[in-house]
């Protein structure tokens, strides 16, 4: 039985500015006068993620189950704008998983797994995100020998929410850059 207790702590300051110019001639030039401030804000986030493991061998069978339960508080500051002052936010969150490996001989295995995917919404996003949910599935095959290892996995993420953010160079509108927003049911599956 393993275990684990974990504080995470980061932020980020940004200041952006802008300097407006025209085009004359095929050539930018500058339009003068002071620069303008188009983002000024402050995000933190401090999180706590305990974990529980256990593995677990009987005959040729062995199985890997874990949780992880993660506390997550988010601040953010803007001092620019027309955005609030500050946001608080706190998220919960318990993340199961399991995982099972079949020894069929000494150089072949089947394997399996189930695991919760998570993503939290970052600090200062509108009520209206949701963090990303998802419950993942995966089943392959190992071949495990001296000189040769080869293995196929295939995979099912399904997701109850996909999180994405807006980047300008998507296209989005310069006041909607790294607003979060949902992207709903999505389902990803592949070979490996």
Request: net charge negative; hydrophobic share 40%.
């Amino acid at each position: 039985l393993n275990g684990g207790v974990r504080l995470h702590y980061d932020q980020i300051r940004r200041d952006h500015t802008e300097e407006p110019y025209e085009m004359f001639d095929g050539q930018p030039e500058p339009l003068g006068g002071p620069p303008i401030q188009i983002v000024d804000s402050v995000g933190k986030a401090r999180a706590w993620a305990l974990y529980l493991e256990d593995e677990i061998e009987w005959q040729s069978l062995l199985v890997t189950a874990g949780v992880r339960v993660e506390l997550i508080e988010t601040w953010f500051k803007e001092t620019a704008g027309e955005g609030p002052a500050a946001l608080r936010n706190n998220q919960q969150v318990v993340i199961p998983g399991i995982g099972a490996v079949y020894f069929l001989t000494d150089h072949w295995s089947v394997l399996a797994g189930v695991h919760r995917g998570f993503r939290p919404v970052a600090p200062g996003q509108s009520q209206t995100a949701k963090p990303e949910e998802s419950v993942n599935y995966e089943f392959g095959a190992r071949f495990v020998a001296e000189q040769a290892n080869a293995q196929v996995v295939g995979f099912w993420n399904d997701y109850g929410n996909l999180l994405a953010s807006c980047r300008q160079v998507t296209g989005c509108d310069p006041s909607e850059v790294d607003d979060q927003f949902n992207g709903g049911d999505v389902d990803v599956l592949g070979v490996e």
